[in-house]
Every structure is written in structure tokens, then in C-alpha cells.
């Protein structure tokens, strides 16, 4: 537009600053975007420096667009320090504070300032408290101890509430955790026992689309099952209730780098590898463990009563997973041919039922 025209337009400095001027006041993302191509062209990258500092409150992305812009000419000493004062700046309970400081993790980790990107993994959980960032910070060893083991701090704060994301104005969203985000994360958090209290199986067995005991009984079989690499049924139960490995192929991060080679070389999902990665730090008594298998099963053998008997067909193919992950976490515990043993009794209880027994030799790895 202002190069289209045969005369030069009179007073542009004076529309810049009033345009300017307008969208430091205006909330909502595209004021943002519009506001970081005004400052650009008309300031450069210096003066978007300065206008995020000064209308950091109503604008914190644009510190992510400042990143973005160094990231174009590979600057990662700029990310990082724009990172720190942003990360330092911005209400700790903002998402928007996340991304900044995975980006400035990724700067980090490329100039090989390890104790500066643990931190920023750190602040990223903090300001987003997601499983996937819980578990990024059971990445290495070293961050693990230092940060990972705290992650209960951050559930003692938490905004409670269902998320309500702002499709306009998505920067000044809040970390705002859910009951069931909640006991979720308070279960990686190694509070055991209260995550099995919390969530009681639906009188008859139905309806666990609408509560927690699913996943809780999904997260504690997992826990159980002691293999380092995953059983069909043990990867399906994984794949139903982790992060999908699409949402983790574009990191940037070197650890993580490390981790999807890894998981890729093996053959498993990225959240499985995280999983065990994790399950490192939080031990559990064998007697513990069988107490927390024979609730376990109690409530499977239930849920597959009512589905089967209901004959929910949608479903059969979860209580087989669920089915087959008892008997193989019993075996792993030296009970000797427990999936034979259970596909036997399902057999005989259901004989009727073949799309059901379909699903379960499949899982069980029964031929015949």
C-alpha cells in the first residue's frame, strides 16, 4: 500500500506511531500480530524488543515473535536472554509463558547451556502443567532429580477449574488444571494411594467415559507391568491414554532429540519411553505392588462382565487390553500361565461371544 502509489504519502510517521499507539491497547491475537508487522517495519527488531518489555501484560506473545524472528539467523544467544527476561516478566501462570520457555530451552540446549535449559523445562511446567511437560523433565537423569521430583509444587498452586481456551485471545490463556488434569499429574507425582481414592468404579461398571477410573486403572497397570519393552496389549493401553508421538517429533530440544531416536530404534511410542524413564524414580514394595494388582483386577473383571455381558461391542477391544495386561503383569509376578488360565475362563463365561474372543486372542497371543 504505501509503495503503490506514484507520490510519496505525507504524515506516515505520525500514522505509524497512532497505529502503534492503538494496538499496544487492544487484546486479542490478531491486534498482537498486527502490532509485531507494524513495529517490524517500522522499528525493526529492536523496537519490538522494546515494545514486548513495556506491553508485556497485555501482549506476552510477542516475545515468542521476537524469538521466532532470531531464530530465522540462527540467533540462540538472543532467544535465550529474550527467554530469560520474558520468563521473569511474565506471569507464571500464563501458557504463553510455556512456549517462551521451551523455546528458549531449544536456544539453550543448542549452545550447550544444560543448567539454563533444565530451568527452562522447568518454568515450561510450571506455566503449562501438562503430562507431557511433566514428563519431559524425566529426560535426563540430572533433571530429573533437580526438577522433576518437585512437580507436586506445582499442583499445591494450581488455578482450579475446567480450561476454557480463548480462540481470540489464546496469549493471555491460563494454566487452569482440571480435577481430572489433577489427579492425573498427582498420580506422576507419586501420590499413589490418593490417586486410587479419588476415583471409584461406576455402579455397575458402566460409564468410564465420564470419570477417572479408566485412565487410573490404565496408569497403575503400566506402572505393574515390569517389561522395558511393551507387550501388543501394553503398548495399546499406552497409546490410549498417552501423548501421540506426532506432538513430539519437531522437538528440538538435544535431550529429547536422543529420546525419539531411541524410542524409534526400539519401537515404541515416545510416552512409553518417557514412561519408564519416569517410573525410575518411584519404587514400590512387591507387596505393595500385588495389593495394588488385586484392586486392579477386581475392578477389570467387573468392567468386562458388563461390557461383554451388555455385549457393548465398541468396547470389547478395551477390556481384552485390560484383561491381557492382568495376566501378564500376574505372570511377570511368577503366577505361571495366567493368560491361558483367563482367556479360558472368559471362554467358557462367553461362549457365544466371538468378536469378544477374537479381541482377546489377540492380545493374549492365544492361537486357536
Given at each position: 500500500m504505501f509503495h503503490a502509489g506514484r507520490e510519496n504519502l505525507t504524515e506516515t510517521e505520525q500514522f505509524w506511531n497512532d497505529w502503534i499507539s492503538l494496538l499496544k491497547t487492544k487484546n486479542g491475537d490478531t491486534e498482537s500480530r498486527l502490532l509485531k508487522e507494524a513495529v517490524l517495519y517500522h522499528e525493526g527488531i529492536n523496537g519490538l524488543v522494546k515494545i514486548a518489555n513495556d506491553n508485556y501484560m497485555v501482549h506476552p506473545s510477542l516475545y515468542m515473535e521476537i524469538m521466532n524472528e532470531y531464530d530465522k539467523n540462527h540467533g540462540y544467544s538472543q532467544i535465550e536472554k529474550i527467554g530469560e527476561n520474558a520468563i521473569e516478566k511474565i506471569d507464571s501462570k500464563m501458557t504463553i509463558r510455556s512456549k517462551i520457555a521451551l523455546k528458549a530451552a531449544y536456544a539453550s540446549s543448542y549452545l550447550n547451556h544444560t543448567e539454563k535449559a533444565m530451568l527452562f523445562c522447568w518454568e515450561s511446567f510450571r506455566s503449562d502443567s501438562t503430562v507431557r511437560n511433566l514428563l519431559r523433565l524425566f529426560g535426563t537423569r540430572e533433571m530429573a532429580e533437580r526438577y522433576g521430583m518437585r512437580a507436586k509444587e506445582v499442583l499445591t498452586s494450581r488455578i482450579k477449574g475446567t480450561p476454557a481456551a480463548s480462540i481470540r485471545n489464546s496469549e493471555l490463556n491460563q494454566n487452569i488444571i482440571s480435577d481430572y488434569i489433577y489427579n492425573e499429574l498427582n498420580f506422576y507425582t507419586g501420590n499413589f494411594e490418593a490417586v486410587k481414592a479419588v476415583s471409584?468404579?461406576?455402579?455397575?461398571?458402566?460409564?468410564?467415559?465420564?470419570?477417572?477410573?479408566?485412565?487410573?486403572?490404565?496408569?497403575?497397570l503400566l506402572y505393574l507391568f515390569e517389561d522395558a519393552i511393551p507387550?501388543?496389549?501394553?503398548?495399546?493401553?499406552?497409546?490410549?491414554?498417552?501423548?501421540?508421538?506426532?506432538?513430539?517429533?519437531?522437538?528440538?530440544?538435544?535431550?529429547?532429540?536422543?529420546i525419539i531416536d531411541e524410542s524409534n530404534r526400539n519401537k515404541t511410542s515416545?510416552?512409553?519411553?518417557?514412561?519408564?524413564?519416569?517410573?525410575?524414580?518411584?519404587?514400590?514394595?512387591?507387596?505393595?505392588?500385588?495389593?495394588?494388582?488385586?484392586?486392579?483386577?477386581?475392578?477389570?473383571?467387573?468392567?468386562?462382565?458388563?461390557?461383554?455381558?451388555?455385549?457393548?461391542?465398541?468396547?470389547?477391544?478395551?477390556?481384552?487390553?485390560?484383561?491381557?495386561?492382568?495376566?501378564?503383569?500376574?505372570?511377570?509376578?511368577?503366577?505361571?500361565?495366567?493368560?491361558?488360565?483367563?482367556?479360558?475362563?472368559?471362554?467358557?463365561?462367553?461362549?457365544?461371544?466371538?468378536?469378544?474372543?477374537?479381541?482377546?486372542?489377540?492380545?493374549?497371543?492365544?492361537?486357536?
Amino acid at each position: 500500500m504505501f509503495h503503490a502509489g506514484r507520490e510519496n504519502l505525507t504524515e506516515t510517521e505520525q500514522f505509524w506511531n497512532d497505529w502503534i499507539s492503538l494496538l499496544k491497547t487492544k487484546n486479542g491475537d490478531t491486534e498482537s500480530r498486527l502490532l509485531k508487522e507494524a513495529v517490524l517495519y517500522h522499528e525493526g527488531i529492536n523496537g519490538l524488543v522494546k515494545i514486548a518489555n513495556d506491553n508485556y501484560m497485555v501482549h506476552p506473545s510477542l516475545y515468542m515473535e521476537i524469538m521466532n524472528e532470531y531464530d530465522k539467523n540462527h540467533g540462540y544467544s538472543q532467544i535465550e536472554k529474550i527467554g530469560e527476561n520474558a520468563i521473569e516478566k511474565i506471569d507464571s501462570k500464563m501458557t504463553i509463558r510455556s512456549k517462551i520457555a521451551l523455546k528458549a530451552a531449544y536456544a539453550s540446549s543448542y549452545l550447550n547451556h544444560t543448567e539454563k535449559a533444565m530451568l527452562f523445562c522447568w518454568e515450561s511446567f510450571r506455566s503449562d502443567s501438562t503430562v507431557r511437560n511433566l514428563l519431559r523433565l524425566f529426560g535426563t537423569r540430572e533433571m530429573a532429580e533437580r526438577y522433576g521430583m518437585r512437580a507436586k509444587e506445582v499442583l499445591t498452586s494450581r488455578i482450579k477449574g475446567t480450561p476454557a481456551a480463548s480462540i481470540r485471545n489464546s496469549e493471555l490463556n491460563q494454566n487452569i488444571i482440571s480435577d481430572y488434569i489433577y489427579n492425573e499429574l498427582n498420580f506422576y507425582t507419586g501420590n499413589f494411594e490418593a490417586v486410587k481414592a479419588v476415583s471409584k468404579n461406576p455402579s455397575g461398571s458402566l460409564g468410564w467415559s465420564s470419570c477417572f477410573v479408566g485412565e487410573e486403572i490404565c496408569l497403575f497397570l503400566l506402572y505393574l507391568f515390569e517389561d522395558a519393552i511393551p507387550s501388543k496389549a501394553a503398548a495399546a493401553v499406552a497409546n490410549s491414554i498417552g501423548f501421540s508421538d506426532k506432538s513430539v517429533q519437531d522437538e528440538e530440544i538435544e535431550f529429547e532429540k536422543k529420546i525419539i531416536d531411541e524410542s524409534n530404534r526400539n519401537k515404541t511410542s515416545i510416552f512409553w519411553n518417557y514412561f519408564q524413564r519416569w517410573k525410575q524414580y518411584f519404587s514400590m514394595e512387591a507387596d505393595e505392588k500385588k495389593q495394588y494388582l488385586t484392586w486392579a483386577e477386581k475392578i477389570v473383571h467387573s468392567r468386562a462382565e458388563a461390557i461383554v455381558g451388555g455385549q457393548h461391542r465398541r468396547q470389547y477391544g478395551d477390556v481384552a487390553v485390560l484383561l491381557a495386561m492382568i495376566a501378564e503383569i500376574k505372570e511377570q509376578m511368577g503366577e505361571k500361565g495366567m493368560r491361558q488360565e483367563i482367556f479360558a475362563i472368559y471362554k467358557r463365561k462367553f461362549p457365544r461371544h466371538s468378536s469378544f474372543q477374537a479381541e482377546m486372542k489377540n492380545y493374549f497371543g492365544i492361537r486357536g
